[in-house]
């Protein structure tokens, strides 16, 4: 999905939670890693010699503490959980409300409040529930919560933001007082992927109906998970409340505060301060200022992101496949590793990172990755392609905007491409909300040629990216339509076996390769920052869907 720092939706997925996370610049993946990284030790990468290392994790807590400071770029504009597509609000969610299914810290899938989640055929899903689990407004959850709460996200009149994960739901119904049952009209390999993230989560359905309209916004969420919502300060911080009720192991800290600091540099200073225990989305140029500066530790994991060149229009000059390879070719990707992200990412000619093939069989990452987009500077080459494609001298245009360093120095990179290739490359600025509406709305798009993205997959498969360029799909903003391709998504979403789904998702990566369909340019890890005081965060972007603020403990 693509990073909406701003408090914009970011499709991070589009279509398929499909509301779009916006290009915030989340945090990309090391395209160094091994596809089977997620699970086995962390390597080092970096562009030229330089080097940063993935940490699988932080160290355990050694103990419990009063409370915890935690900063956030922007303050959530609601914590209700059909509307939780972007950081900010999965940040302060995933330790409050929880879903059928959990991602793990390791990015792998494992029961939730589903203590079994069966397949009896392709077209069912049976969810058997933990007994007992009790919610922050005193209910206990049975079938008839789960029923209410997943059906939240199919009612058209909410705008689920997770609405297109239910695309294929004939029913839920309640087949038991702990057990639910998912018919679909077609078999679907991502939906129960999708019931770990908030699109399977559950809530009271009368703490709900008792919040109306207000719900989300203050007041009980009236979830199960090991924090309760506290006081929310409007425009200053949320305070999370430890649930002692809770059903599985307690929190480590009696308290989780989480403040709004939507300036970069004073969120940096909170860092070094001690005013914030904590923070992932790092501002890239404070990578070794905090690195150096000693009050902490900045540690790097499995981001499952890659930054690229979004292409959203083919209609004018790079509606030539000719031109694109032109300005992949002339793309400086090392250089932006460097400058844009810290040193801390590798250049990739992968749109999908190396990480969310880590189930696919050894013969089929192979094959996903063999002969993808050269990244490997080649101006000669660049420049015969634009002079057959008689495009010296034509003008595109490519957003920017002062968002994030990652942004602001991707779309100069491509302007100074363009200009090495014979392309007249002009930058559009654009102020840092307004820049999330390019995710949303055609409006904010037109005269745009392409911008920076930085896309994050929401469960551990690459069909998550890939399937945005499907014919009608959310971010298929340049209305790329082959038929051919849309017969692989189909494909891919109705194999039943994952060897079989992986290896038609390697023939779309391959496609998507060749069309240049986005420019892919580096893969991008996850960063947290621990001072001494605290310790037990996990280091992945797991951190958007699995309770993490749990495990924070003291330090020592």
């Known amino acids: 999905m693509p990073d909406l720092r701003n408090g914009s939706r970011t499709t991070r997925r589009s279509p398929r939670r499909r509301h779009p996370l916006t290009a915030l610049a989340a945090g990309t993946l090391a395209a160094s890693l091994l596809a089977t990284a997620c699970a086995g030790p962390p390597k080092n990468g970096g562009p030229d010699g330089e080097t940063y290392r ?11 503490l009063e409370s915890f400071t935690w900063a956030v770029y922007a303050e959530p504009p609601t914590l209700d959980y059909i509307a939780a597509f972007d950081y900010p609000q999965n940040t302060v969610l995933s330790n409050v409300c929880e879903s059928l299914m959990r991602w793990t810290p390791q990015l792998t899938l494992a029961p939730g409040l589903a203590e079994k989640a069966t397949n009896p055929d392709p077209t069912t899903w049976v969810y058997d529930l933990r007994p007992g689990v009790r919610f922050h407004d005193g209910g206990t959850m049975t079938a008839d919560d789960v029923v209410y709460s997943l059906g939240r996200q199919t009612d058209p009149q909410n705008a689920a933001a997770w609405a297109q994960q239910f695309q294929n739901v004939s029913s839920i119904t309640k087949t038991g007082p702990l057990q639910v049952t998912v018919e679909l009209t077609q078999p679907d390999s991502q939906f129960n992927q999708y019931m770990a993230t908030a699109a399977g989560v559950v809530a009271s359905r009368a703490g709900i109906e008792a919040a109306g309209k207000d719900y989300g916004t203050g007041g009980s969420l009236a979830c199960t998970g090991p924090y309760r919502l506290g006081t929310w300060t409007k425009g200053q911080s949320i305070e999370l ?23 970069p540099s004073a969120r ?4 070094l301060s001690g005013e914030a225990d904590g923070g992932y989305l790092i501002p890239t140029e404070a990578y070794e200022r905090l690195r150096a500066a000693g009050p902490g530790t900045l540690y790097f994991g499995e981001g499952l992101s890659t930054v690229n060149v979004n292409v959203t229009s083919m209609q004018g000059v790079l509606g030539d496949v000719r031109v694109r390879k032109a300005l992949s070719l002339a793309l400086d990707r090392s250089g932006f590793v460097r400058t844009g992200l810290g040193g801390a990412g590798s250049v990739t000619g992968s749109l999908t990172t190396r990480a969310a093939w880590a189930g696919a069989p050894e013969e089929v990452r192979r094959e996903a990755f063999d002969g993808l987009t050269p990244t490997a500077p080649d101006i000669d080459r660049a420049k015969a392609l634009i002079q057959e494609a008689g495009a010296t001298g034509k003008t595109l245009t490519v957003a920017t905007s002062p968002i994030g360093q990652d942004v602001s120095v991707l779309a100069t990179a491509v302007q100074s491409a363009g200009a090495k290739i014979g392309l007249d490359v002009r930058l559009k600025t654009i102020a840092p909300n307004a820049f999330t509406a390019l995710f949303t709305d055609p409006k904010a798009r037109e005269g745009i040629d392409m911008f920076p993205e930085t896309y994050y997959d929401s469960v551990t498969d690459p069909l998550d990216l890939l399937a945005n360029f499907r014919t009608g799909a959310y971010q298929n903003y340049a209305s790329f339509s082959d038929p051919a391709y849309d017969d692989l998504v189909q494909q891919a979403v109705n194999a039943t076996d994952p060897a079989a789904r992986f290896a038609v998702t ?3 990566q391959k496609t998507a390769s060749e069309r240049l369909l986005w420019i892919p340019v580096a893969e991008w890890p996850t960063a947290v920052f621990l001072n001494k005081r605290i310790t037990g965060a996990p280091t992945t972007i797991s951190y958007l869907y699995y309770p993490w603020a749990a495990d924070v403990g003291a330090a020592r």
């Open 54 to 64: 993935l940490s699988a994790g932080t160290p355990a807590a050694a103990g419990g």
């Open 241 to 263: 409340q430890r649930f002692d009720d809770y059903w599985g192991a307690k929190a480590k800290s009696a308290k989780a505060v989480f403040r709004f600091l939507t300036d």
């Open 268 to 271: 940096v200073n909170a860092l």
């Open 506 to 508: 390697a023939k779309l």
